[in-house]
């Protein structure tokens, strides 16, 4: 099946504007993920969905992060007034209810530049 | 101090040697431990998990842990060349409200295989 997809791939964007980044993550995953990845650094957690519950938001750097998932589905993170140091790589996951517990499922990233 | 942390490398090993990645974590509550490759400019991908002190194998790579000293790592016997990329180690926080299933990842180790 589809994995996590994520999209644009690629976003270039002026130093404070806001960007908006999409992630679908795998079909029936209640749990998803966001995380930050600066060039040559690690993973950055940023916000948790799981089903109903209130987010986790306690990754997100600042108040000009946020996210929202629709439906238990589709989830998007916006950053307002965009800065140079947000420039990374943005991963979204997602994971199962059964199976290894939390064998999260990576997308293919949106690699954002701000100029 | 980090709360996973690993050296960055670059490790250099000859193919057909074994690969040797260390990872500490500093959280004694911690539960269940993570390996995960990732190739440049790709998205990591899990090869090993871990939750009960001891070793765990699967085919070329074996973890170990070591929880009374806070030490994880990831063996690979008769390394590849195309087993070069950075590997990611990953703790689960321990459980609280609205804190289950957050992964914290270390910095990622390195890994060139030499032919």
């Excluded at chain 1, 600042?62 to 589709?74: K, L, N, P």
């Excluded at chain 2, 057909?16 to 990645?21: E, K, N, T, V």
Aim: charged letters at 20%; one cysteine or more; aromatic letters at 10%.
């Amino acid at each position: 099946g589809a994995g996590v997809s994520q999209s644009p791939s690629n976003k270039v964007t002026e130093k404070g504007k806001d960007v908006e980044l999409r992630c679908d993550p795998i079909s029936g995953h209640t749990a998803l993920y966001w995380y930050r990845q600066s060039l040559g650094q690690g993973l950055e957690f940023l916000i948790y969905f799981q089903g109903n519950s209130a987010p986790d938001k306690s990754g997100l750097p600042s108040d000009r992060f946020s996210a929202e998932r629709t439906g238990g589905s589709v989830s998007t993170l916006t950053i307002q007034r965009t800065q140079q140091e947000d420039s990374a790589v943005y991963l979204c996951a997602s994971r199962p209810t059964s199976g290894a517990y939390n064998e999260q499922f990576f997308g293919p990233g949106t690699r954002l530049t701000v100029l | 101090q980090k709360e996973v942390e690993q050296n960055s490398g670059p490790l250099s090993v000859p193919e057909g040697a074994i690969a040797s990645l260390n990872c500490t974590y500093s959280d004694r509550g911690s539960q269940s431990f993570f390996w995960y490759r990732q190739y440049s400019g790709k998205s990591p991908e899990l090869i090993m998990f871990i939750y009960s002190n001891g070793d765990k194998e699967d085919g070329r790579f074996t973890a170990q842990l070591n929880k009374a000293s806070q030490y994880v790592s990831l063996l690979i016997r008769d390394s590849q060349p195309s087993d070069s990329a950075t590997y990611l180690c990953a703790v689960i926080k321990p459980r609280g409200y609205n804190q289950g299933g957050k992964l914290i990842f270390g910095q990622g180790t390195e890994l060139s295989v030499k032919p």
